[in-house]
Nanobody, 123 residues
């Protein structure tokens, strides 16, 4: 049973930083491609950053240069370092995982495992 648990969200002033973590259990972490998504009230879920099995990364234009996705296979943990935060980054952030394909998709499909989300508020 695959479980993803996000943490690290909170409230921060514009220009500040946060680091989100996604602890994974129930599977061999290194075999999965993973991503971060976010969803603000009244908006569609948006892909923020993705990392494939080989460690290659992809970012949405809105966060490139400010956010960094990384993973620690030994700790079964995915990270999202967020710097220079803006009010428009306010959203619930979700981590997602998929096995069986090597992808850096920023669309909700093909990810079939999702965490419960962590709130990030930038004022």
């Amino acid at each position: 049973h695959v479980q993803l648990v996000e943490s690290g969200g909170g409230s921060v002033q514009a220009g500040g930083s946060l680091r989100l973590s996604c602890a994974a259990s129930g599977y061999s972490f290194s075999n999965y491609c993973m991503a971060w998504f976010r969803q603000a009230p009244g908006k569609e879920r948006e892909g923020v950053a993705a990392i494939d099995r080989n460690g290659f990364t992809r970012y949405a234009d809105s966060v490139r240069g400010r956010f960094t996705i990384s993973k620690d296979n030994a700790k079964n943990t995915l990270y999202l370092q967020m710097n220079s935060l803006k009010p428009e980054d306010t959203a619930t952030y979700y981590c997602a995982a998929v096995r069986g394909v090597n992808t850096m998709s920023l669309l909700p499909t093909p990810y079939n495992y999702w965490g419960q989300g962590t709130q990030v508020t930038v004022s």
